[in-house]
Each structure stands twice: as structure tokens, then as C-alpha cells.
């Protein structure tokens, strides 16, 4: 059995969900800045605009997508112009964590909130780019997940289930794709530098901050590189899972409750 050559694979129209801040910015200017042409997606506008403006229009699509919104993705996904239709690279890391309160006091409206986004949502849009990747026979799907959906913690109840969904999809995702050449890997990130703490405490700065305090997380540019290294892997090679976390942070004990 002869090995095909480690070419390197360059996905030349990659679509981000989650584009505006954070991880999914970072994305967006790691791929356009290879090269590639991205559709930016997400919900605010004007932060979509700046990114289109310093990166150029003809490098980046903005694109105003609310991923939760079936219909919407459907019609926008028929609607990319010509030169960002044939998709070769989706990036699902549009996702919310909603609230840290334990599940007998968390609020319902938070729960549908992470289940419409980090379920719904990437499952939406994967459905809507998939065709078009099957019959161009080139395609890659990266999911964003979670340390979360694989190890417990106090508080993370809802938002830990929606990222052992995205995993448990990535995984039967490939088992669908099978024979059709397109790619699915899960990156499964821990602590990390975004809005994500910000909005996982309401808007709360300094509650926020206080999860950083005097370690060093992971930061979007680090996200962005391991999705840039899996997405360019030769076409024979999937990279499945791919868990990381800052060094700062690891496991601990169970907890037992003694009276
Ligand atoms: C969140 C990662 O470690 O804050 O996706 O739960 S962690």
C-alpha cells in the first residue's frame, strides 16, 4: 500500500459562525490572512462590518445569521455569492454558556438559550453546508466543544450536555460522511480568553476577570492555530477529537458530601 504525500491541504472558502468576537474573530483572520476567502457570520452587524473592513471585502463575507434560526441559515446559505458558496471548511463555534447556577435554581430561559445555539444551531448550519461539500467531494466540518462535555463540573449541568451533543454529532457525523471525503473533527477547548465568562455572568466584569485571575487561559489566536493545523492536515487524515487546555488547569477530586 503506497502513502499518499503529506501535501498540505489549504480550504479556500471557510465559513465561521460566532464571527464577530472572540475565538470566532480570530478564526476569521487566521484563514483570510492565509489566503483563504471567509463568510463571517453572526449576529452583530457592525462588529462584522470592522472585521470585513480591515481584512477586505474580498477576503471576507459579512454575513448577519442568527445560526438558531433555521429558515434564516437555509435562505443564507443559498444566498452566498458565487466567490463563498463552495465552501470547503465550516467552523461551528458559534456557542453561548448561559448562567453557572446549579441546576435546581438555574433559569429555564438560560437552558433554552444554549440548547437553541450550541445544538440547534450548529446542527442547522452543518445540514445547510454538508450537501454542497458531498458533491464537490471536499469538506471539513471543525465543531467547537468542550472540556465541559466530557468532564462535570458544579454549574455546568446544561451547557456541559450541549457540548457532549457536538461531540456525540462530530463523531456520528463521520460515520454519515463516510466515503464522501469530507472531513469532521471536535475541538474540545477548556479555559480560554473571550467574551465567553463575560457572558456566562450576565455582563459581570469583574466576576469574569476573577475566572483569569493569575493563570494564563488559552487565547482565541491558540484556537484559531489548532484549527488552522487540523484543517490543513493532508486529505487522507482526520483528526477526530482534539481536547486542549491551558496548563494552568487540570482535574480534581471528586467531591463527597459527609454529614
Ligand atoms: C468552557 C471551558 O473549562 O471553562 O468551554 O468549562 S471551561
Not at 10 to 19: I, K, L, M, Q, Y
Not at 64 to 87: C, H, I, N, Q, T
Not at 141 to 147: A, E, F, P, Q
Amino acid at each position: 500500500m503506497s502513502q499518499p504525500a503529506r501535501d498540505v491541504f489549504r480550504p479556500s472558502v471557510v465559513f465561521v459562525t460566532g464571527a464577530s468576537a472572540g475565538f470566532g474573530a480570530a478564526i476569521v483572520r487566521r484563514f483570510a490572512s492565509g489566503g483563504a476567502r471567509v463568510v463571517a457570520a453572526a449576529r452583530r452587524e457592525e462588529r462584522l462590518e470592522q472585521l470585513a473592513a480591515e481584512l477586505g471585502k474580498d477576503r471576507v463575507h459579512p454575513l448577519v445569521l442568527d445560526v438558531s434560526d433555521g429558515a434564516a441559515v437555509a435562505r443564507a446559505v443559498e444566498g452566498l455569492p458565487a466567490d463563498f458558496a463552495a465552501v470547503d471548511l465550516l467552523v461551528n463555534n458559534a456557542g453561548v454558556a448561559v448562567g453557572m447556577d446549579t441546576a435546581q435554581r438555574a433559569k429555564a430561559d438560560d437552558w433554552a438559550k444554549m440548547i437553541d445555539v450550541n445544538c440547534k444551531g450548529l446542527a442547522f448550519v452543518t445540514q445547510a453546508l454538508l450537501p454542497g461539500m458531498v458533491a464537490r467531494g471536499r469538506g471539513h466540518v471543525v465543531n467547537l466543544g468542550s472540556v465541559a462535555g466530557t468532564y462535570p463540573y458544579p454549574g455546568g449541568n446544561v451547557y456541559g450536555a450541549t457540548k457532549a451533543f457536538v461531540h456525540q454529532l462530530s463523531l456520528n457525523l463521520r460515520s454519515d460522511l463516510h466515503g464522501t471525503g469530507v472531513r469532521v473533527t471536535c475541538i474540545e477547548p477548556g479555559m480560554a480568553t473571550s467574551e465567553f465568562s463575560e457572558v456566562r455572568f450576565g455582563g459581570d466584569k469583574a466576576k469574569a476577570d476573577a475566572v483569569y485571575k493569575g493563570m494564563t487561559p488559552l487565547s482565541p489566536e491558540d484556537i484559531a492555530a489548532t484549527i488552522e493545523w487540523v484543517a490543513t492536515q493532508p486529505p487522507h487524515m482526520n483528526v477526530n477529537v482534539l481536547e486542549l487546555m491551558p496548563v494552568a488547569q487540570s482535574f480534581a477530586a471528586f467531591q463527597v458530601d459527609r454529614k
